[in-house]
């Protein structure tokens, strides 16, 4: 094994003279703590134990006691775990996560699905040496089901390492989990169990490439439809490690410091067991991933000496879209040949209700809305659990029998944020559309991200139906009014899309490697020129055939799409072209993070949730749920009730949202 760490064997390596410089840094009134964090972070693991001894031979005290004495907070956890071993670190980890009310499940997984054989060993002896109690027995007290299965089977640290493949072997299993999940009613878990806890890392490498012939989709998505909970995640864990163990680590690291708050045990825990073997990959996956680089988030969401001693432990800070390492460059291809190969079963959280009757539900609706006060429980259960096409029978149904308006008779007794979402509802998609597009360029200021994301995420047809709507509702073209309130390359990119002429053909692997070509050609171009190709290729072909241009991409440029538009493009441009790339790749995942911003923070952008959560309640939903809470580390049921609660007193718009939202993670 190579390994690519940012901590190695300091030269000239003096451990007697480490322990006395410690010594003083702790001597007297006060302790120096640049000196304390300087030492520790320059010297490997195995010479901190060096001088942890010495410390011991020359002074006749336990460094370590020394250590939890003179600093405090989480600069202590951190200075005091990385003297001890990577075993002793991890069982205590272990053990933590076992200890005190509820069990830190994200910790058991992290630690269990990315260990090889020779370190869970080590744990294992560590955890009965430093607790006088086999772990196994603790896995078993305080983990149930399938999750506990595939825990102990992990810890026997027997997965075969002998690089041996047979490729029969490799077909079979692809079958085998196809046959157990995706192709039966129910799910075999114990076929996930044995192939994906023993298998060698290169054989389910190609497992998951034969996979995805089967079975039209990645393992991820199979795992994701298929399973639940902690078995779920414990699953997905394992699979991205399997993939790439930086890769992994690097998405952890960016769940532990993002939104508010750090969890500050993941980022110590990672920061000091990856130090030594593969931190120069992980920030180099985080780059790939992310807007910026391990070192600047960590700048940014950390303090003091706490901070400095994690940025020595980083590194160095990574320029943002350069030169890829192989490994960063080969995952970068993997993710597109993933997403080429991958046909998502889109899955809605609505669909049409059995025993309809339209007559009915109008009576109900009139019966809610007449005399004094509304009863807005019977609305909501009427209008939020029918589809679309039902709510278009019982707007019709109330004009012929009643007489009335339905959308009037609604404005009327509803307001705010409900009435905004209940009216909503009861438009057809393309009026839906055409008034999200409307209400985003009207008065003062026009919200560019909303004219993205519904041109970005729509279809030729409901583009096209849009514009009709469009027209008959503000007798103006939509190009008319994009052409008004927005202006060069932006206005030309959502022009070029709101023709709904998009291709719909599959790839064509010749065409996308000359498309590929002609893109990485133009990042050597003026700016101008830049964007006008970049136009030409993203705003006119298909998603198919584009999950291929980009992976071609990577192979000429050494360089991942996405950074190069963050790297090279600016404003509304940028914004543009990146939201296209993050749908071509995953369109449930982009919008989920749409949702996640809309919102996380101060204040709630009500229109953005309103306008995913009403347009995508019969299309993939499901799916952006799956990814909210792969994403995020929270279901997307319990972030809308926590982030709905400030100016909704009575409820009734978080009630809504949550029935179309469809249930909890």
């Known amino acids: 094994m190579v390994f690519r760490g940012t901590i190695t064997d ?77 075993a002793y670190h991890d069982a205590k980890e272990m053990h933590d996560a076992f200890k005190g009310v509820g069990t830190n499940e994200r910790c058991l997984i992290e630690i269990m699905a990315s260990r090889n054989n020779r370190q869970m060993n080590e744990m294992v002896a560590a955890y009965k040496d430093a607790y006088g109690r086999d772990i196994e027995e603790d896995i078993i007290g305080d983990t149930s089901g399938h999750f506990k299965k595939m825990l102990i089977v992990l810890l026997q640290g027997t997965r075969d390492e002998s690089g041996v493949v047979d490729a029969d072997l490799v077909q079979q299993d692809a079958q085998d989990l196809y046959a157990a999940g995706e192709e039966k009613w129910g799910t075999d878990e114990a076929k996930f169990i044995t192939i994906l806890g023993n298998r060698s ?126 490994e960063a460059a080969q995952i970068a291809y993997k993710m597109w040949e993933i997403s080429a190969m991958t046909k998502v079963q889109l899955r809605p959280t609505i669909r049409r209700a059995p025993s309809f009757d339209p007559a009915a539900d109008a009576q109900a609706l009139r019966k809610a809305m007449k005399g004094f006060g509304t009863d807005e429980d019977a609305i909501i259960d009427i209008v939020a659990q029918r589809s679309n096409a039902q709510r278009q029978e019982i707007r019709q149904v109330f004009k012929s029998q009643l007489g009335r308006d339905l959308l009037k008779d609604l404005k009327s007794e509803l307001s705010k944020n409900l009435e905004r979402l209940i009216i909503g509802l009861m438009l057809n998609p393309a009026e839906f559309d055409a008034k999200m597009m409307r209400k985003a360029m009207e008065g003062a200021g026009t919200d560019e991200h909303a004219l993205i994301e519904i041109l970005v995420t729509r279809s030729n047809e409901e583009i096209l139906a849009m514009n009709a709507a469009y027209q008959n509702a503000y007798k103006k073209s939509l190009e008319e009014a994009i052409h008004s309130e927005t202006s060069g390359h932006f206005c030309c990119i959502l022009v070029s899309l709101v023709q709904g002429a998009r291709e719909e053909c599959p790839a064509d692997e010749e065409r996308a490697i000359a498309d590929a070509q002609e893109l990485a050609d133009a990042c050597n171009a003026d700016s101008d020129d830049m964007e006008m190709k970049f136009m030409s290729i993203l705003c006119t072909r298909s998603f198919p055939h584009l999950r291929k241009v980009f992976q071609e991409f990577v192979r000429y440029s050494n360089k991942d799409i996405e950074q190069i538009i963050k790297k090279e493009m600016s404003g509304d441009v940028k914004n543009a072209f990146y939201a296209i790339v993050r749908s071509v790749k995953n369109q449930p995942s982009y919008l989920a993070d749409r949702l996640y911003k809309a919102m996380k923070g101060l204040g709630t952008d009500d229109r953005a949730l309103i306008r995913i959560m009403v347009s995508r309640s019969e299309v993939d939903l499901f799916n952006i749920r799956k990814e909210f809470k792969d994403t995020h580390d929270v279901s997307l049921h319990e972030f809308i009730q926590v982030e709905t609660m400030i100016g909704d007193t009575s409820g009734d718009y978080r009630k809504t949202l949550l029935v179309l939202c469809g249930g909890e993670d």
């Open 10 to 86: 300091a030269p000239d390596f003096d451990p007697t003279a480490d322990a006395e410089a410690l010594y003083n840094a702790m001597k007297g009134i006060g302790s120096d703590k640049e000196a304390i964090l300087d030492l520790v972070t320059s010297k490997s693991n195995a010479q901190r134990q060096e001088v942890i001894t010495a410390y011991k031979c020359n002074f006749g005290k336990d460094l370590i006691e020394d250590l939890k004495y003179e600093l405090t907070g989480k600069f202590e956890r951190l200075i005091v775990s990385l003297m001890r071993t990577s």
């Open 201 to 326: 890392v290169t054989h389910l490498r190609m497992v998951f490439d034969a996979y995805e012939t089967v079975a039209e989709m990645s393992i991820e998505h199979s795992i994701k439809n298929e399973l639940s909970g902690d078995f779920e995640r414990l699953m997905l864990a394992v699979v991205q490690g399997i993939r790439s163990v930086p890769m992994f680590f690097a998405k952890r690291l960016y769940k532990s410091m993002k939104g508010l708050g750090t969890a500050d045990n993941t980022l110590i825990r990672i920061m000091i067991s990856r130090s030594e073997i593969d931190m120069l990959d992980i920030r180099e996956c985080f780059r790939l991933l992310y807007e910026k680089s391990l070192y600047n988030m960590i700048q940014d969401d950390t303090s003091g000496d706490y901070k400095r001693t994690l940025l020595n432990l980083c590194g160095g800070d990574d320029d943002i879209a350069g030169e890829f390492f192989p």
